[in-house]
Nanobody, 117 residues
Framework: QVQLVESGGGLVQPGGSLRLSCAAS????????MGWYRQAPGKQRELVAS?????????ADSVKGRFTISISRDNAKNTVYLQVNSLKPEDTAVYYC?????????WGQGTQVTVSS
């Protein structure tokens, strides 16, 4: 059973930064692309960043140049990160990680990012 646990969110001022982490059980990173998704209040969940098995990254236009996705495969620990810089109020959302394309059963609790002055 795959478990994905997100952390690192918080309340930041516009222009601030955070590093989100997603710890995954098993070696899922070795067999599939991973992504960070977000869901803002009243909006559909959207994919904002992804990284392939070969390390090729893709970003939604709204976050390009501000967000960076990366993966750490350190022995038994598998973690996917999302560095979020130059945050804007419209980045406020719950952020989740999942495979790409997502699998419904893999959604975790997510981590809340709130950008406000």
């Amino acid at each position: 059973q795959v478990q994905l646990v997100e952390s690192g969110g918080g309340l930041v001022q516009p222009g601030g930064s955070l590093r989100l982490s997603c710890a995954a059980s098993g070696s899922i990173f070795r067999i599939t692309a991973m992504g960070w998704y977000r869901q803002a209040p009243g909006k559909q969940r959207e994919l904002v960043a992804s990284i392939s098995i070969r390390g090729i990254t893709n970003y939604a236009d709204s976050v390009k140049g501000r967000f960076t996705i990366s993966i750490s495969r350190d022995n038994a620990k598998n973690t996917v990160y999302l560095q979020v810089n130059s945050l804007k109020p419209e980045d406020t959302a719950v952020y989740y990680c999942n495979v790409v394309p997502y699998i419904e059963d893999y959604w975790g609790q997510g981590t809340q990012v709130t950008v406000s002055s």
